[in-house]
């Protein structure tokens, strides 16, 4: 099975940019990476997503190296209400039929 | 906006009982998937289905079984339930395709103890 690893926990300040990165050696050919947000007691919600090179939208960025095994979650000048639980998402198709797998999620701390 | 619900927030459940979690998805979506959540392990995929009457294993499926008999519901069952099963279980739901392209909509949760 594929893995993708994250840090388990960071800390930062408002207005600090935050940048996690996630490592996914094995991601499929066709896959794009997903990044979700999830708050205490509420499922994850979708922030963005990638396929390679950069993207980015009204609440973050992406960052994706050519060779693809890895992305970056870029949050800029972070507020106290980032604070949440960060995952990354790739499809898993080394056993032949697709899986998603998620990582087991940062844990984003924003201090005053 | 999109609606995922469950059916329950909240579930108390012995072992060995028959346990049934719901969910129901309002946007048509074809692709519906169930997860636990636990401490440190992040989500964990138990059982996904792409079209009704069709289910895969995810990574975690020992233990559970899925049934989806409705394009906008995906049930998950537990034949008997046990006390490592306790947990928060977490419904998603997408459109067609097997690519992480589709963005997945997720539930509330339903926290699951079993005594």
């Known amino acids: 099975l594929a893995k993708t690893t994250q840090p388990i926990s960071m800390d930062s300040y408002e207005g600090q940019e935050v940048n996690i990165t996630c490592s996914h050696n094995?991601?499929?050919?066709?896959?794009?990476i997903t990044w979700y947000q999830q708050f205490p007691s509420q499922g994850p919600r979708f922030i963005i997503q990638g396929y390679k090179t950069k993207v980015t939208n009204e609440v973050a960025s992406l960052f994706i190296p050519a060779d693809r095994k890895s992305s970056t979650l870029s949050l800029p000048r972070v507020s106290l209400s980032d604070t949440a639980v960060y995952y990354c998402l790739v499809g898993d198709a080394s056993g032949g039929s697709y899986i998603p797998t998620f990582g087991r999620g940062t844990s984003l701390i924003v201090h005053p | 906006d999109v609606k995922v619900t469950q059916s329950s927030r909240y579930l108390v459940k012995r072992t060995g009982e028959k346990v049934f979690l719901e969910c129901v998805q309002d946007?048509?979506?074809?692709?519906m998937f169930w997860y636990r959540q636990d401490p440190g392990l992040g989500l964990r995929l138990i059982y996904f289905s792409y079209d009704v009457k069709m289910k895969e294993k995810g990574d975690i499926p020992e233990g559970y079984s899925v049934s989806r008999e409705k394009k906008e519901r995906f049930s998950l069952i537990l034949e008997s339930a046990s006390t490592n099963q306790t947990s928060m279980y977490l419904c998603?739901?997408?459109?067609?395709?097997?690519?992480?392209?589709?963005?997945?909509?997720f539930g509330p949760g339903t926290r699951l103890t079993v005594l």
């Open positions: 998603a739901s997408s459109f067609s395709g097997t690519s992480s392209y589709n963005e997945q909509f």
């Open positions: 094995n991601i499929a050919t066709n896959d794009y």
């Open positions: 946007m048509d979506h074809e692709n």
